[in-house]
C-alpha cells in the first residue's frame, strides 16, 4: 500500500517520513490541496530505481537491435571483447 501524506508532513514530520523512506525502501508520495505533488524516497532506494531503469533501457535497446539485425555474437566474442575492455580500463586506472 502506498504511503500517501500531505506535504504539509514534510516540514511537520520530517523525521517520521525519512523512518518509513528508509525502513520500507518504499517512497512516500505528498499531496499538495489534495492532489500528487512530489516523491521522496531514500537514496538507496533512489538509486536502485535508477540502475533498474538503466537496465530497462539497455535490454530494451538491445531487443530493437536483435530485431533490426540478423548479426548474433557467441559467448566467446561477447566475453573476449569484455576482457579487452576490462584490461584496457585497468591498465589505464594504474597509470
Not at 14 to 31: G, K, Q, Y
Not at 76 to 95: H, I, T
Request: glycine residues 2%; without cysteine; hydrophobic residues 35%.
Amino acid at each position: 500500500m502506498p504511503h500517501i501524506r500531505p506535504v504539509s508532513d514534510l516540514r511537520n514530520n520530517f523525521a517520521d517520513i525519512s523512518r518509513v523512506v528508509h525502513e520500507t525502501a518504499e517512497p512516500v508520495f505528498l499531496t499538495k490541496n489534495g492532489y500528487g505533488d512530489m516523491v521522496v524516497m531514500s537514496m538507496e532506494a533512489y538509486e536502485r530505481k535508477m540502475f533498474e531503469s538503466e537496465v530497462y533501457f539497455k535490454l530494451k535497446e538491445a531487443e530493437l537491435e536483435a530485431k533490426t539485425t540478423d548479426k548474433r555474437y557467441s559467448h566467446k566474442e561477447v566475453f573476449d571483447e569484455l576482457r579487452v575492455k576490462l584490461s584496457d580500463r585497468m591498465e589505464s586506472d594504474n597509470v
